[in-house]
């Protein structure tokens, strides 16, 4: 796995709560989700910041999947802490706070080996810092982008600068819609396409993922679940393993290598799913991965 994902994102604590109990201060955040999905496939590394409260035992998971954190900033006070709560069908989740700390003040800078990854995921942050990620990068094969309604609302200016950047554009159904003013979805991927991305994934939640595409227009199924233990970080974990496939790829610019890439993003969003924080996507043991595949596609064959 030599190949590089450059990850910038957000590392953070969450303090959920749902049917299934509470997590307290438990390792979040976009970038750590992304990061931990694609090293099954890539070789990952993240530019995050995080405070001095960020002790040893949040860095284990990323060790323990090979991602590189060198570039993991640590600053004078707290990390960024996310608190939230879902209802029975953990469709939506309702923010209780939102403590920004140190990520308030956050500026990516890369090293050289960075500078040259082969392959980009800006995470959900702030537009004008995935530009000046942007502007650092030289020649990268494939940059993926994800995005939320804050900074469509906040900095769509910027967002659009982005886009015109992107191969690979990743959002929910409810940002295509607000950022296209089309309530259709195949509407709004074309109108997202005219502005500039080459590719759009519209993130369905429960309902999988759609593809919009001057290649083709796909719709997938999610991975079917029985048990359901906690959603945050499903659509992280989506975007990170579909990046980190494709950037596996000599050629990922296919049609059949971005609908492999879906099938990827929704199986490995099934992991993530059965526990709080990255605890089982963390822990994927041989096999599994392969197995769900299967799985999946026999699920699609009739």
């Not at 608190?83 to 209780?96: F, L, P, Q």
């Not at 990620?133 to 940059?143: H, Y």
């Not at 982005?162 to 959002?171: A, C, E, I, M, R």
Request: charged letters at 20%; glycine letters at 8%; a positive charge.
């Amino acid at each position: 796995m030599k190949n590089q994902v450059l990850v910038v994102g957000s590392v953070a604590f969450d303090s959920i709560e749902n049917a299934h109990g509470r997590a307290e201060r438990v390792l979040g955040g976009a970038a750590s989700y992304s990061s931990i999905s694609a090293s099954y496939f890539a070789r990952p590394s993240v530019v995050a910041v995080v405070g001095t409260d960020f002790t040893a035992n949040y860095r284990t998971p990323f060790k323990k999947r090979g991602v590189d954190i060198s570039g993991l900033q640590v600053k004078d006070g707290k990390t960024f802490h996310w608190g939230g709560s879902y209802d029975k069908d953990m469709k939506n989740a309702v923010t209780k706070f939102t403590d920004l700390n140190v990520f308030q003040n956050f500026n990516p800078v890369l090293s050289d080996e960075q500078k040259n990854a082969k392959a980009v995921f800006l995470a959900n942050i702030d537009p004008e810092l995935q530009l000046s990620v942007l502007k650092q990068v030289k020649k990268p094969a494939l940059v993926a982008c994800d995005t939320m309604n804050y900074w469509i609302t906040s900095k769509k200016a910027a967002l659009l600068k982005v886009l015109k950047q992107t191969d690979l554009f990743f959002l929910n159904e409810a940002e295509a819609r607000q950022l296209t003013g089309e309530y259709n979805l195949i509407t709004a991927g074309k109108k997202i396409l005219k502005l500039g991305a080459e590719h759009v994934i519209i993130k369905l939640g429960p309902n999988g993922s759609m593809l919009v595409s001057k290649l083709g227009i796909v719709q997938f199924p999610p991975y079917i679940l029985e048990k359901v233990h906690d959603t945050t970080g499903a659509g992280d974990t989506f975007g990170g393993g579909a990046t980190g496939y494709l950037a596996s790829l000599r050629k990922w610019d296919t049609l059949s290598a971005i609908k492999r890439a879906m099938m990827i993003g929704n199986v490995m969003a099934s992991f993530t799913i059965e526990s709080f924080s990255v605890k089982r996507l963390a822990g994927i043991k041989a096999g599994e991965i392969e197995k769900r595949l299967k799985e999946y596609t026999s699920m699609l064959r009739f």
